[in-house]
């Protein structure tokens, strides 16, 4: 595939623009090697939670790819629709194009203004990450019961209220009220596959949009991978679901204001490649 065919590099994967053949019109998908995490002494620490490619592991795309795959038709049997037509080979996909939920800036004129992109649909199980750091007087690993968070994705992504989506028009109640029903479906199949494995994913983000040639209709699109996961081993829920062994595994800290949290059991991203091999 040409680079002129690119249409959006991301963080773990590129869309091209496919021009010839059977999928004509369609986009393909190339999940790559890149990883997320942050550094730590001078070395990378691969984490599916960060926003920052810090490096590559190898087999990770292809890994990702076959993920994504499986979960795609699994949803597809249980009647839950997403951008997906077929897998071609070990890490490349083809979609369906799709808009991104987006809006343009209503007053572009103005100094700073700038377009709604895309958003992103957080759901967690538990509370860790970006949600224990905004709210600390919720005990680590509390269970959460998949509850959904919209970000504004962009340089810095921005998390929105759902009152918010609809008095700016970005969404209106009813798409929002199916959206977030249907993350946590997803959420919830998601979540028992992977606990087949004796894991326990912790939070999770999908991505919704239309597709170009659909009805309108909110899908899932972008992908279901380890990337959008976080997952841990050794989670031990209690009648509430909240996870029992935290203290053993939660590590959280705080200086000049900034809150950090660590899940010891949080399974790294090499190491899930190594699991689904």
């Given at each position: ?14 869309v ?41 592991i ?17 949803l ?66 509390k ?52 606990a ?82």
């Amino acid at each position: 595939m040409e680079e002129k065919d690119l249409v959006y590099r991301g963080k773990s994967k590129d869309v091209f623009n496919v021009t010839a053949g059977t999928y004509a019109g369609k986009y393909r998908l190339v999940f790559t090697d890149r990883a997320t995490g942050y550094m730590e002494n001078g070395k990378p620490v691969f984490d599916p939670g960060r926003d920052t490619v810090v490096g590559e592991i190898p087999g990770k795309g292809a890994i990702n790819c076959r993920f994504a795959t499986h979960f795609f038709k699994l949803l597809k049997e249980k009647g839950i629709h997403s951008h997906y037509v077929d897998t071609i080979s070990e890490n490349e996909m083809i979609v369906e194009p799709a808009n991104p939920l987006s809006m343009p800036a209503e007053a572009p004129d103005f100094s700073g203004a700038a377009p709604l992109l895309n958003l992103e649909f957080t759901w967690r199980n538990n509370a860790t990450g970006s949600f224990w750091r905004r709210y600390p007087f919720v005990k680590p690993c509390k269970n959460l019961h998949k509850v959904v968070e919209v970000w504004t994705k962009g340089d810095v992504d921005t998390l929105i209220s759902m009152e918010a989506l609809e008095a700016t028009g970005a969404m209106t109640i009813d798409e929002i009220t199916a959206s977030v029903a249907l993350v946590k479906s997803i959420a919830e199949i998601v979540t028992r596959e992977v606990a087949s494995k004796n894991l326990h994913i912790i939070d999770g983000k999908f991505e919704l949009g239309r597709l170009k040639y659909g009805d309108g209709k909110i899908v899932l699109i972008d992908e279901i991978s380890q990337d959008v996961l976080r997952i841990c081993r050794g989670y031990s829920p209690d009648t509430s679901g909240g996870c029992t062994v935290y203290h053993q595994c939660v590590v959280t800290g705080c200086s000049d204001g900034k809150r950090t949290i660590r899940n010891k059991n949080q399974v790294s991203t090499a190491d899930i490649v190594k699991i689904f091999t």
